[in-house]
C-alpha cells in the first residue's frame, strides 16, 4: 500500500511540474511591441531548465492580434479554416499578415498564410501544429503541399512542417532603456522547409524556410514573445530575402515593474481588487469599452466616456481592457484581478 501511495505522489508530483501549452493562439486583441535589436539575440537553449536572455531590445511600433470567422471567400479558397488570425501594424500605413487556422477534434492545423508579398496556400496538405494542450517533448512532423503566390509568379510548393515543445525556463527581456521583464517561459518551436515549382516545366525554382519561436508564459497562457526568421532564395524568381521579427507582449516590453509604462492608455491600480482607472494621454476621449477574459469571452462594456470602472464582481484572473476611442483608435492593455 505504501508502494502504491508513493508511486502515486511521484505520478502527481511529475504533472504538477509538466510544462505544457494549453493553446497555439494569443489571447484576442493582445498587443504585441515590434523589437529591434543590434545583434541576434540567443535562442540556442533548450530542453528543461532553459534560460534566455534577450538583451538591448529597442521598440520599432506595435501590432495586434485580432481573430474573425473566415468570411465566405476565404473559406472557398483555404478549405476547413475556422478561425482567421489577423496580426495588423498600429498607426501609419495599415500592414496586415493573415494566418488561416484549422481547429478541430484532430488539432490545430495552418490552411494558409500571407506575409508581405509571399502568400501560401496549403490546399494541398495542411500544416499541423499539434492537438493541444501539448506537453513538454512533444515532436511531430509533417509534410505540406499547396499553391504559393510571389510578386506576381504563381506555382505549387510541397515540404515537411516540424512542431516541437523543446524547452521550458526563465525568459529574461532586458531593452536598451533599462526595462526588464523575466517569467517562467515553456517554447513551441515551428521549422518549415518549402520546394517552390511553377509546373508543368519551372520544378525545383526555390525555397522558402522558416523557424518560429513561440514563448509561452506558464503563469497567464499567453505568447509573451515570438520571433520569426524566414527566407525566400530563388534565382528563377531573383529573390534571396530574409525577413526577421521579434515580438514582445506590450505590457511587458518597457516597464521595470512588469506593465507597460509608455502606451497611450494608463489603466491603474494594476493588479486591481475593486475600482479600475482608466486615462488616456492624448486628447482623444473613450467611444467603447470592453473586457475579456483569457478564453476571449466578453464579461463587460461600455459606451460610455468613464474614467473608472467597477470590477469587483469579476473572477481572480487576467483580462484584456480594449478601449475604442472617439477617433477610431484601438488601445489594449493586460489587467489582472486579485
Not at 3 to 17: A, E, I, P, Q, R
Not at 39 to 52: E, H, K, L, P
Amino acid at each position: 500500500m505504501k508502494t502504491k501511495l508513493l508511486l502515486l505522489l511521484l505520478v502527481c508530483s511529475s504533472v504538477s511540474f509538466a510544462q505544457t501549452i494549453s493553446s497555439f493562439t494569443s489571447i484576442p486583441s493582445t498587443n504585441f511591441t515590434i523589437m529591434g535589436s543590434q545583434s541576434t539575440i540567443d535562442q540556442t537553449a533548450s530542453g528543461m531548465n532553459s534560460v534566455w536572455t534577450f538583451n538591448n531590445l529597442t521598440a520599432l511600433g506595435t501590432n495586434i492580434d485580432t481573430y474573425a470567422a473566415p468570411t465566405a471567400g476565404q473559406l472557398t479558397a483555404y478549405p476547413g479554416t475556422t478561425e482567421v488570425l489577423s496580426i495588423t501594424a498600429q498607426g501609419g500605413t495599415p500592414n496586415v499578415s493573415d494566418f488561416f487556422l484549422k481547429e478541430d477534434g484532430n488539432g490545430t492545423s495552418i490552411t494558409g498564410a500571407s506575409q508581405g508579398d509571399v502568400l501560401l496556400n496549403y490546399i494541398g496538405s495542411n500544416a499541423f501544429v499539434g492537438l493541444f494542450p501539448l506537453s513538454f517533448g512533444t515532436n511531430n512532423s509533417n509534410p505540406v503541399s499547396g499553391t504559393f503566390s510571389y510578386q506576381g509568379a504563381n506555382g505549387t510548393f510541397t515540404g515537411t512542417t516540424t512542431t516541437a515543445v523543446d524547452a521550458y525556463g526563465t525568459l529574461n527581456i532586458i531593452n536598451s532603456d533599462g526595462g526588464s521583464f523575466s517569467t517562467n517561459a515553456t517554447r513551441l518551436r515551428i521549422d518549415q522547409t518549402l520546394s517552390l515549382s511553377i509546373p508543368p516545366i519551372f520544378n525545383n525554382i526555390g525555397t522558402v524556410t522558416q523557424t518560429t519561436y513561440y514563448y509561452y508564459d506558464n503563469s497567464v497562457n499567453n505568447i509573451v514573445f515570438r520571433y520569426n526568421n524566414a527566407n525566400v532564395n530563388s534565382g528563377f524568381l531573383g529573390v534571396n530575402e530574409t525577413i526577421e521579427t521579434l515580438e514582445s507582449t506590450t505590457n511587458f516590453t518597457l516597464s521595470t515593474d512588469g506593465f507597460e509604462n509608455s502606451t497611450p492608455l494608463k489603466l491603474y491600480p494594476n493588479p486591481v481588487q475593486n475600482a479600475l482607472n482608466l486615462k488616456i494621454d492624448t486628447n482623444d476621449n473613450i467611444d467603447s469599452i470592453t473586457i475579456t477574459d483569457n478564453l476571449g469571452r466578453i464579461v463587460f462594456t461600455s459606451n460610455k466616456n468613464v474614467n473608472r470602472i467597477d470590477v469587483s464582481d469579476l473572477n481572480s484572473g487576467l483580462y484584456i481592457v480594449s478601449i475604442v476611442t472617439k477617433s477610431g483608435k484601438l488601445l489594449s492593455q493586460k489587467v489582472i484581478k486579485e
